[in-house]
Every structure is written in C-alpha cells, then in structure tokens.
C-alpha cells in the first residue's frame, strides 16, 4: 500500500504581520502559539476523500475513519477506489452516502468526466462552484480541498472548530453571522492562515476539557 503524502502549509512573518496588523488580537494569540504546523495532502484527490469523510463528524473520527479506509481499501487514488462497490467502502466506517459520493466520484474521474489536477489553474469560487455541482460535496468540502491547495484566503463559515477558535479568541459565546464576515474581511488576503490558527485555538480548547474531566 502506497501511502498518501503530506506537507505542511506554507506561510511566513509575511500572511503573520499583515494578520497581527490587522486584528491585534489575532496577533497576540499568534505570539503566544509561535508557529501553528497545519498538514496539507497535495494530491487533489486524496485531499478531497479525506474532506468528504470528515463532513459532520470530530476530527478524532475523521482521523480513525481515515486511517481504516487506507487499511482496508489500500492506495487512494481514483483508479484503485473506483473498483469498490460503495458497500465495501462503507466498510471503513463511514455512511453510505459518503460511501455512494466517494465511488461515483472515483468513477467520474477515472471516466475522464472530471479532472482534478485541471482545478489549480481556476479562482477559489470557481473551484467551489465545479466541486459543489457533484452530489454529496457541500461548500466546507470544497473549501477544506483549498486549504489543501494551499490557497491563502480560505476561512470557511461551515467549519465549527473556526468559529469556535473565533468565539473563544474574541469571548463572544454568540458569534453572529455578520461578526464572522467582519472578521474574515479583516484576515483577508491570508484568511487560511488566519484558519490555522483558529483551528490551534480550538482544539487547545477542547484539549483542555478533556484534562480537566479526566481529573475530577
């Protein structure tokens, strides 16, 4: 079994001081953080299975589901996956509309219906707009394959671990649609680094939950 690859997300003082100038607040989380490392899969492909298996569940589960999808189906790439039955690709532990959205989507691919590779050369809404047409990808999804690509301004509504990274950074408990937009406006043009940092937020938060149940 060929594993998948993976790189961290490049960023540097240049997307950290344009955001510190920005949003002190967000600069000063960032001081204290030092350099968040978010791991990015370059393959199109990949990255966008391992998208479609983390809608609507924890990261932790998305990890487990991940890692078993490998173990059990090998390589993920269109040509291997497209010979699944979506039973079988169920079998990974995920539900069997992922498992229908994953086959057809292998099977598109291999068809020569959709090619992937072909999205780096377009604008980020016009990638979301080709992946969202596909049954079974929802806006998040296509934004998570841009945080893969590394496009710099990517901060997505859709992602709770954001906005919760936002609520606890800012203490608003009640994050309204229109704040959030404020405050994409003012990470903008390096909104994903931005992202990375509200992810780290986030799951320090939920980190810190689950010493202190542990302990009582």
């Known amino acids: 079994m060929s594993a998948v690859e993976y790189k961290y997300f490049h960023y540097g003082t240049k997307e950290t001081a344009h955001l510190a ?3 002190p607040v967000l600069g000063e989380a960032m001081v204290r953080l030092g ?4 791991e990015v899969i370059p393959d199109p492909f990949a990255a966008l299975i391992n998208g ?6 924890s990261t932790r589960a998305a990890k487990t589901v991940w890692e078993r999808m490998q173990e059990l189906l090998g390589e993920i790439t269109p040509e291997n996956l497209s010979g699944f039955t ?11 509309k ?3 959205c994953i086959c057809d989507l292998a099977k598109e691919i291999v068809e020569g219906n959709l090619c992937l590779d072909c999205l780096q050369k377009k604008p980020d809404n016009e990638i979301i707009r080709i992946l969202t047409d596909i049954k079974g990808i929802g806006p998040w999804t296509a934004q998570m394959l841009l945080i893969h690509m590394e496009r710099p ?3 997505s509504f859709g992602d709770i671990a954001i906005r919760r990274g936002m609520e606890k950074l800012y203490g608003n408990p009640k994050l309204t649609k229109e704040q959030f937009d404020s405050y994409r406006n003012k990470y903008s043009p390096y909104g ?9 937020l986030y799951s320090m938060s939920i980190e810190k939950k689950e010493v202190i149940k542990c302990s009582k």
């Open 35 to 38: 350099h968040v490392k978010r």
């Open 21 to 23: 100038a920005a949003d």
């Open 86 to 96: 979506p039973e079988e690709v169920r079998q990974s532990g995920i539900t069997m």
């Open 52 to 57: 479609i298996i983390g809608q609507l569940i």
């Open 98 to 100: 992922k498992a229908i």
């Open 192 to 200: 994903s680094v931005a992202s990375i940092y509200l992810w780290e």
């Open 153 to 155: 301004d990517v901060i």
